[in-house]
């Protein structure tokens, strides 16, 4: 018997050594083939695959992932039925209760307990005060906005009889009568008033406002903090003081005239707080790091607030600017003041007496009149189809986020991206007159092919220094 070599010997002591003794007898497998691993002497252990089923896996029921669930719409209509009927009961047979109002507070009070009670059934303490809880928030804005169609839809059908006839929009007052009707007469001097005064208000605020928003986040110190003090008191501020101040300083004390442009001045002390604070707030969410990066770059500090804060924060600005124009297209008792009201289109501000929209409704509504009423109350809605007007203007103008790109742009920059890709086919294009091998010809001092005059050399250097 020949020795073992003392690699295999080795290698056969250590396998031994290391493998435990079988434990319980193992049912005989069938030995497995193939060749030995190399250097073990060790034979592979053989794969085993699963058998699978012939039938096919059922599919899987897809889960519902609302957050409404059939039992919490059948409570809340449960719940419903129940305070109707318990407060119904209570108002006919038990209580000598009368009122629209207290009916529905009392409805909306049960309501609330038997959608707890209901809940209660199914759910444990905490999912029972969150559903609670949810019931309440959904009902406060669906109030909200009843309270908001209820107002809109009352006004326009109010003043649907005047805002029908043409001449309601393309006339004024100045020759019709209280007791004129509706086919004659107009609000044509409240709608040029109002746009005259709320143009010349966001000519005087928009700057001013984001200016100082600028300063009270770029420039942070003791003054910013009083500046930043004196514009949050400001939003509270009345209107009332307002157009007194207007009043006080420039008709009393420097003898000004009634005009459009001191109803814009009181507006705009009006509009100013608020466009101040909404634009604090949007520009401090703009990134550090924009900032950061624009002065690593070795911008300065102006060019990174023109070319960084500002373009990214231009959709909030934007909201702040409508902000201020709603506050300041509907006040009443500062063009009261400071405008005269005017029955008479005028269409210079700066002189004599104008009227607005808000003030034309002020005066129509106080009239005994059924006819000026109803002018008045077709006013309002014109104010709120202005208004709508202006905000969706807006929305157009500066309601896109950062880096978006208007058609112009886009076409624009498509040019420019031409224009750069042929120049630079035009530069990387082979020059054959490098290689002229032609004699040489009497030239002029200073007329050489590597002379700046060049013409080939010249617009081969420009274009180096364009690219």
């Known amino acids: 018997m020949s020795a073992k070599h003392p690699i295999e010997e080795q290698s056969r002591m250590s396998t031994e050594t290391l493998s435990p003794p079988p434990t319980s007898p193992l049912p005989e497998e069938p030995a497995p083939t193939g060749p ?46 129940a305070a109707l009927s318990l407060t119904a009961l209570v108002y006919t047979q038990l209580a000598p209760f009368d009122g629209v109002l207290g009916f529905v507070v ?11 009670l209901l809940v209660s059934f ?37 003043g649907w009889s005047a805002m029908v006839h043409l001449n ?35 000519l005087l605020t928009v700057p001013l406002a984001v200016i100082c928003a600028v300063f009270l986040n770029e420039i942070p110190g003791r003054f910013s903090r009083t500046v930043r ?32 442009f001191a109803a814009a001045l009181a507006i705009s002390v009006m509009m100013l707080p608020i466009i101040i604070r909404a634009s604090d707030v949007v520009i401090r969410l703009v990134p550090g790091n924009l900032r950061e990066a624009a002065l690593a770059l070795g911008a300065s500090q102006w060019r990174t607030v023109w070319h960084v804060v500002l373009p990214t924060a231009r959709s909030g600005l934007t909201t702040a600017v409508i902000l201020g124009t709603a506050r300041g297209i ?45 002018r008045g ?61 032609s004699p040489a010809v009497d030239e002029p001092a200073g007329a050489g092919r590597n002379s700046p005059t060049d013409p080939a050399v010249s617009r081969t250097d420009s274009e180096d220094r364009n690219a």
């Open 377 to 437: 109350f077709g006013t309002a809605a014109t104010l709120m189809l202005l208004v709508l007007l202006l905000f969706i203007l807006a929305r157009l103008i500066g309601g896109r986020g950062p880096g978006q790109l208007t058609r112009r742009q886009q076409r624009r920059r498509t040019r420019q991206s031409a224009q750069d890709q042929a120049r630079y086919a035009r530069r990387d294009q082979p020059r054959t007159d490098i290689f002229d091998l």
């Open 229 to 260: 003090t004196i514009a949050e008191a400001m939003t509270a501020l009345p209107s009332i003081v307002a157009g007194l101040f207007v009043y006080a300083t420039l008709i009393l004390s420097l003898g000004y005239d009634r005009s459009g």
């Open 122 to 158: 199914d759910e444990d303490g905490p999912a029972v005060r969150d559903r609670v809880v949810g019931a309440l928030v959904h009902s406060v804005g669906f109030l909200l906005l009843a309270v908001l169609l209820l107002v809109i839809f009352y006004t326009l059908a109010r």
């Open 106 to 116: 009392l409805a909306y009070v049960a309501f609330l307990g038997f959608y707890s």
């Open 330 to 374: 509907g006040e009443t008792s500062p063009v009261l003041l400071t405008a005269g009201g005017a029955d008479a289109v005028n269409l210079n501000p700066f002189q004599d007496w104008q009227n607005s929209l808000p003030l034309v409704t002020y005066k129509s509504v106080a009239q005994p009149s059924d006819n000026m009423v109803a």
């Open 168 to 202: 309601f929009f393309t006339q004024d007052m100045s020759v019709t009568s209280p007791l004129a009707p509706l086919d004659e007469g107009g609000v044509l001097h409240g709608i040029a008033g109002t746009l005259e005064q709320i143009t010349l208000a966001l």
């Open 36 to 81: 030995p691993r190399a250097g073990t002497g060790v034979r592979p252990s053989r794969t085993t695959i699963p058998v699978r089923s012939a039938d096919p896996e059922p599919t899987e029921v897809r889960r519902s992932t609302a957050t409404i669930r059939h039992t919490d719409l059948y409570a809340a209509i449960g719940a419903a039925v």
